[in-house]
């Protein structure tokens, strides 16, 4: 059981919007910055988004993360094949004293 | 540009030692405000932190490991190391060593940098 919480799976249809979903507590992301990576197959996780809604550099303005209370988003828009794979929130939690990761979310681009 | 290595055994029998060491190269582990990562993903699960340190020695542990954990750094030779003791089935994992540029104080858990990868099977 993560201590962040994301949905399992997502799946849309191809040049749509879709939305992952992070949930924590006052601990973690009520306090701290969320950090979203991918990761694809064989490969190791990438940084998509660091301090909330920071944009790394090199990658596609199509990502964007957002950030209200205990919960945070990352949303992906005009979706590719390319974006399949698997996606994950991290941020530090001050009562673990460690850094969290959410369990995981597979997008499947339909 | 910074790029990290993992190396080790890929195989380790239950109850002993899991040791992994992780190179960096293109800048200077000393440098900045970085935290040192190592990170697992267990086969068909999710990524599970495992520590961190900072040049200085300064040490964060997963509070599910700590008790079998240390990460340690050698900044003569631009790299760290993790040992993970008493190793059973449940350790067989792929690790990740990964930079964190936290400015924060402590880490931000937004790694920005990522070696490929060691796999490690616990197995007799």
């Known amino acids: 059981q993560s201590v962040l919480t994301q949905p399992p799976s997502v799946s849309e249809a191809p040049r749509q919007r879709v939305t992952i979903s992070c949930s924590g507590s006052s601990s973690n992301i009520g306090n701290n910055a969320v950090n979203w990576f991918l990761q694809l197959p064989g490969k190791a996780p990438k940084l998509l988004i660091y301090y909330d809604d920071l944009l790394t550099s090199g990658v596609s303005d199509r990502f964007s993360g957002s950030k209200s209370g205990t919960s945070a988003s990352l949303a992906i828009s005009g979706l590719q094949s390319e974006d399949e794979g698997d996606y994950y929130c991290?941020?530090?939690?001050?009562?673990?004293?460690?850094?969290?990761f959410g369990g995981g979310t597979k997008l499947t681009v339909l | 540009q910074v790029q990290l290595q993992e190396s080790g055994p890929g195989l380790v029998k239950p109850s002993q030692t899991l040791s992994l060491t992780c190179t960096v190269s293109g800048g200077s582990i000393s440098s900045g405000y970085y935290y040192w990562n190592w990170i697992r993903r267990h086969p068909g699960k999710g990524l599970e932190w495992i520590g961190c340190i900072r040049y200085s020695g300064t040490t964060y542990y997963n509070p599910s490991l700590k008790s079998r954990v240390t990460i340690s750094v050698d900044t003569s030779e631009n790299q760290f190391s993790l040992r993970l003791t008493s190793v059973t089935a449940a350790d067989t994992a792929v690790y990740y060593c990964?930079?964190?540029?936290?400015?924060?104080?402590?880490?931000?858990?937004?790694?920005?940098?990522w070696g490929p990868g060691t796999t490690v099977t616990v197995s007799s």
């Open positions: 990964a930079r964190d540029a936290s400015s924060v104080g402590v880490p931000a858990g937004g790694m920005d940098v």
């Open positions: 991290a941020a530090w939690d001050d009562s673990l004293n460690g850094v969290v």
